[in-house]
């Protein structure tokens, strides 16, 4: 049996995907907002779920993967239902600018037999899971104290965002990376107590398309990216002697 455009139609899904820029605010995925409970029967009801919803015949390159497309629709779907906006990142794959390696969005290599295409989901889930987990752990360690006074937020801010770009560029992601950087600086930001909007904004003004695709950019630049970030949301330059804040750049260094 071939795939036919004709006789093996794929309806739409009725839910939506999101998008980066739907999910505005570090809430709407972070692990404290959102618990998550995992043992061998939800391994098995998922993979059971997942399995439903693989074509018995993939659309290929000679059917421009809709059947795959249509196949990766249904199970984000499934996913947000069960778990919550938070496992809308599942499938942001390191093609795609994303952190996770356990999955392909493009071109849809993930999707073949029900099983293997369970296991991947279920491996993506459980890999984006961790990453979250890990980024709320560097959120809590780079967050200026409730009391900073505006320098000391300043250099807080300018820190964690020269982190997190490099972060973002060692994550293995693609020529994308950039997109990876600007979500997780908004989610940093948002996760400070900042509005999201406000937040896309202050990153968008910082960043302002002075990282490049396919480059890697050089220290000084991330650096004066950060204090760009910086001095636009508290008005003070941060600290240029940072000898007084050797231990916590060490931290921060070794993590």
């Avoid at 074509?55 to 795959?68: C, D, I, T, Y």
């Avoid at 020269?162 to 992601?173: P, Y």
């Avoid at 400070?192 to 990153?203: K, S």
């Amino acid at each position: 049996m071939t795939y036919n455009r004709d006789t093996l139609p794929f309806p739409d899904n009725r839910v939506p995907r999101l998008t980066k820029m739907d999910i505005l605010n570090w809430d709407d995925v972070a692990p404290a907002c959102h618990p998550f409970a995992w043992d061998e029967a939800e391994d098995a009801r998922l993979r059971s779920l997942v399995r439903e919803w693989v074509p018995p015949v993939l659309s290929g390159r000679a059917g421009w993967r809709q059947g795959e497309r249509w196949c990766l629709s249904q199970v984000d779907a499934v996913l947000r239902e069960r778990y919550g906006t938070w496992a809308w990142g599942w499938s942001w794959c390191c093609f795609e600018g994303g952190p996770i390696g356990s999955w392909v969005s493009w071109p849809l290599s993930s999707v073949t037999t029900p099983d293997e295409t369970a296991e991947r989901v279920v491996a993506a889930l459980l890999e984006w899971r961790e990453w979250l987990e890990r980024t709320a752990q560097r959120f809590a360690e780079l967050a200026p104290p409730p009391d900073a006074s505006p320098e000391d937020r300043s250099w807080h801010l300018d820190r964690a965002c020269v982190r997190l770009v490099t972060h973002a560029l060692d994550s293995g992601a693609d020529n994308a990376w950039i997109g990876q950087a600007s979500t997780v600086l908004r989610w940093f930001l948002t996760s400070t107590g900042m509005d999201g909007a406000e937040a896309e904004l202050a990153v968008e003004r910082a960043i302002g398309g002075r990282f490049e695709s396919w480059v890697q950019p050089e220290r000084t630049l991330i650096e004066s990216v950060g204090e760009d970030l910086a001095v636009g949301l508290t008005g003070c330059a941060p600290y240029q002697d940072h000898r007084e804040r050797a231990e916590l750049e060490d931290l921060h260094d070794r993590h």
